[in-house]
């Protein structure tokens, strides 16, 4: 059994900040914990405004609190976000996200991260080579 404290993680190296300073992420269950998948609590900073793409991973994302948008580059629907709210990237979509309020957000990785990922140009996390794909 894993049992953990966000605020006992957050003073850990498990709590990654964004170089460009729009989110921070403490990230709760990682690829050496063996669950098949990561689970983070991820801040978005009100006026954050980027792309992300991820390649690599599938995530699905649950609104704790804050207010934003997601706009789909597929299609340029855009969805509001607020608290209940749940996203999930299934097809790799390539989006913009928006903070309008500070977003806090429940996230999950397929595959799991090992911990110290932040976004490359494309905003994807590099796949690690000893990383398998389910």
Request: charged letters at 25%; hydrophobic letters at 35%; one cysteine or more.
């Amino acid at each position: 059994m894993i049992v953990r404290q966000l605020q006992d993680a957050r003073q850990t190296s498990r709590r990654i900040k964004s170089p460009d300073g729009n989110w921070e992420s403490t990230r709760m269950l990682l690829k050496e914990d063996n669950m098949g998948y990561s689970f983070h609590i991820t801040t978005i900073f009100a006026g954050a405004d980027f792309r992300m793409h991820y390649q690599n991973h599938l995530e699905s994302v649950y609104c704790i609190s804050g207010e934003g948008e997601i706009e789909s580059l597929e299609d340029g629907k855009i969805y509001p976000i607020t608290p209940g709210t749940l996203y999930n990237l299934d097809q790799h979509d390539r989006h913009i996200l928006r903070a309008f309020k500070e977003l806090e957000l429940a996230c999950v990785f397929n595959p799991p991260l090992i911990g110290n990922e932040v976004h490359n140009k494309d905003g994807a996390y590099e796949l690690h080579a000893d990383t398998v794909t389910e």
